[in-house]
């Protein structure tokens, strides 16, 4: 039998029975995974991705905490490209702000929550951000689990998280079909794991990273295979498949009402960081001058930790984004890529400025590391304020004019942490 045959075999191996938990046995009408997103407005929305067992059509039902009347929706298929299978997605709209739903699958238990977003910050918004997810399921997991310990812990037992954002390079995929099972291992943890005590289950967010695409860069291709209005699908299918996304060119912006606005970009891999995406995104920006808090989250670093400064892609962010950031009032972004963490000094003018942008992360959620880039006398780039060598992930709150970061490596324990005040 071929590789490719092979392939496919233990992919429905694992998705229809092995990729159970020893001694466990799913109900005919629970999903083996599912998860939870936004592609439009996260106070009044939802978006429900489920992985059926079987190729049959099930139904979710859901209602408001409270209620005693539950609402059947059917979602639509979509097939999974390169495999003879399917997920069902269904957006819930009309919903109200800050309001727990309850849902389940085919009028079974478990029944499962979600919150939608408040319209207005009249609470503290609370998010865990990382990036490069998956070389093993064990480091996953891990990391995943100490989220939700931390959780508990600083909030009186309960996890008072909103929602995660992870910048790119999920299942490590590099989206071929033979690689289809690492996805199911992804969905399969974050269904498992990132849901709290009560049964709330945290929303996935995310931008693309190289790993979601066969030839990493858009650049690797000839300009006719990727001036294909199909470029994005066929290159980056699985991504492009399972990640609900707020927009249809690979990049997007996500508004909670006027306080937070999330920049969701593509550094690169399905669209150019030059050219179309930057004058999306000054109007963007733009457009959004009066919301407090504007965060980008991309994969490659402007400023990154483990790579050269000067290498080709993070040289075009830095070139083309950054002065965006600066000129519309970013005080923090988000970037990957360099497995490692990191937090620069606040950066304006490509100089330590107080006025200037904090860049975190450069993703290690559940990747072997690389060590942090120094010169001959042992000292880190000038813009390096902390960084190691260790998986970690980045707890974040939104309160006010203020945002917190609260970083812990993969086990839990404090590694650093950050207070952004408003620029007076």
């Known amino acids: 039998m071929d590789c490719c045959r092979w392939s496919i075999v233990i992919f429905s191996l694992l998705l229809f029975g092995w990729g159970c938990n020893p001694g466990e046995r799913l109900h005919p009408a629970e999903p083996v995974s599912f998860m939870l997103s936004w592609q439009s407005d996260p106070t009044s929305t939802m978006t429900i991705d489920w992985y059926p067992q079987d190729r049959r059509a099930s139904y979710l039902e859901y209602r408001k905490k409270g209620d005693q009347e539950w609402h059947m929706e059917e979602g639509r298929f979509i097939e999974i ?157 699985y991504f492009s498949t399972f990640i609900p996304f707020p927009g249809d060119e690979g990049y997007g912006v996500l508004d909670f009402g006027d306080y937070l606005s999330l920049f969701l970009l593509d550094s690169q891999h399905t669209s150019f960081v030059e050219g179309d995406q930057s004058e999306w995104l000054e109007r963007a920006l733009y457009e959004r001058r009066h919301v407090r808090h504007l965060i980008p989250v991309y994969h490659v670093a402007a400023w990154p930790s483990a790579r050269k400064p000067e290498s080709y892609v993070e040289t075009l962010v830095r070139e083309n984004w950054v002065p965006l950031f600066e000129e519309y009032g970013v005080r923090l972004a988000f970037e990957h890529h360099d497995h490692t963490y990191k937090r620069t000094h606040p950066i304006r003018n490509h100089q330590v400025d107080e006025t200037g942008i904090y860049y975190i992360g450069d993703g290690a959620w559940g990747v072997r590391t690389r060590p942090i880039r120094v010169d001959e006398d042992g000292n880190p780039p000038w813009y390096i304020a902390n960084a190691d060598s260790i998986r970690h992930f980045i707890l974040g709150e939104i309160d006010g004019d203020q945002i917190r970061l609260r970083m812990y490596d993969e086990d839990g324990q404090p590694i650093d942490q950050l207070d952004i005040d408003p620029v007076r």
């Open 81 to 237: 490209p390169g495999v003879n299978r399917n997920l069902q997605r269904l957006e819930l709209t009309g919903l109200m702000p800050d309001q727990l739903y309850e849902f389940r699958f085919s009028g079974e238990d478990p029944v499962y929550m979600f919150r939608t977003m408040p319209d207005e910050l009249n609470r503290p918004i609370r998010f865990v951000a990382g990036g490069d997810m998956l070389h093993t399921t064990e480091w996953m997991r891990n990391t995943a689990m100490s989220v939700m310990r931390i959780m508990r812990a600083t909030n009186m037992g309960r996890e008072e998280l909103d929602f995660a954002v992870i910048g790119g390079d999920l299942a490590y995929s590099d989206g071929e079909a033979r690689k289809i099972g690492r996805w199911y291992d992804y969905f399969r943890i974050w269904s498992e794991v990132m849901v709290t005590s009560e049964g709330r289950v945290i929303p996935h967010l995310a931008a693309i990273g190289n790993h979601e695409v066969k030839r990493a860069f858009i650049h690797n291709y000839p300009f006719q295979e990727y001036n294909n209005p199909d470029f994005r699908i066929r290159e980056a299918p």
